[in-house]
T-cell receptor, first 113, second 114 residues
Framework: DAGVIQSPRHEVTEMGQEVTLRCKPISGHDYLFWYRQTMMRGLELLIY????????DSGMPEDRFSAKMPNASFSTLKIQPSEPRDSAVYFC???????????FGSGTRLTVV | KQEVTQIPAALSVPEGENLVLNCSFTDSAIYNLQWFRQDPGKGLTSLLL?????REQTSGRLNASLDKSSGRSTLYIAASQPGDSATYLC?????????????FGRGTSLIVHP
């Protein structure tokens, strides 16, 4: 199993630009999660999906953030327009059913200048 | 609201020592608890998952225990090695709510020096 795959690994963009982060969960996992990690706030849950349906997006900081999961094998997190305070590491994780452990991707390190 | 605290925040030890990392949580109604390791600039790697009905889990030199009534879990690392240097996080999933979305601690940063 290739694990949870995220792309790109690193992204540097200018303030105001659109950023799209991508995630491929583990096959058979029906939950997908997007997290953001910063030194100041630690790991924050942004949004999660169950069977491709967004369940809880209360962690999405602003309307500039949006996430989609068009099918079971692909999800995107989009920031438009990006701001310097969005700089962080963004992780995608997946899980097989309720109550099982998480598997995390390697993350995307986003820098907005 | 569940609060998860990890103490100490940072730890530096010489190689060969046996270590105990602590994770405490305020709400004992949990479904499971998961320990992760995070290397600098990397993602989180799952180490051990303890279900609420279990008292401990072991994998190699790692042993994690769970005491729900006292709201505590410990990760024991035997005979530490420089390769164990990383940040260790615990994640506590609630028994209620139906989604079992965990609350993460801030982690313990471990350095094992030769």
């Amino acid at each position: 199993d290739a694990g949870v795959i995220q792309s790109p690994r690193h992204e540097v963009t200018e303030m105001g630009q659109e950023v799209t982060l991508r995630c491929k969960p583990i096959s058979g996992h029906d939950y997908l999660f997007w997290y953001r990690q910063t030194m100041m706030r630690g790991l924050e849950l942004l949004i999660y999906f169950n069977n491709n349906v967004p369940i809880d997006d209360s962690g999405m900081p602003e309307d500039r953030f949006s996430a989609k999961m068009p099918n079971a094998s692909f999800s995107t997190l989009k920031i438009q327009p990006s701001e310097p305070r969005d700089s962080a590491v963004y992780f995608c994780a997946s899980r097989r059913g309720q109550g099982y452990g998480y598997t995390f991707g390697s993350g995307t390190r986003l820098t907005v200048v | 609201k569940q609060e998860v605290t990890q103490i100490p925040a940072a730890l530096s030890v010489p190689e060969g020592e046996n270590l105990v990392l602590n994770c405490s949580f305020t709400d004992s109604a949990i479904y499971n608890l998961q320990w992760f390791r995070q290397d600098p600039g990397k993602g989180l790697t799952s180490l051990l998952l303890i279900q609420s009905s279990q008292r401990e889990q072991t994998s190699g030199r790692l042993n994690a225990s769970l005491d729900k009534s006292s709201g505590r879990s410990t990760l024991y690392i035997a005979a530490s090695q420089p390769g164990d240097s990383a940040t260790y996080l615990c994640a506590v999933s609630p028994a209620s709510g139906g989604s079992y979305i965990p609350t993460f601690g801030r982690g313990t940063s471990l350095i094992v020096h030769p």
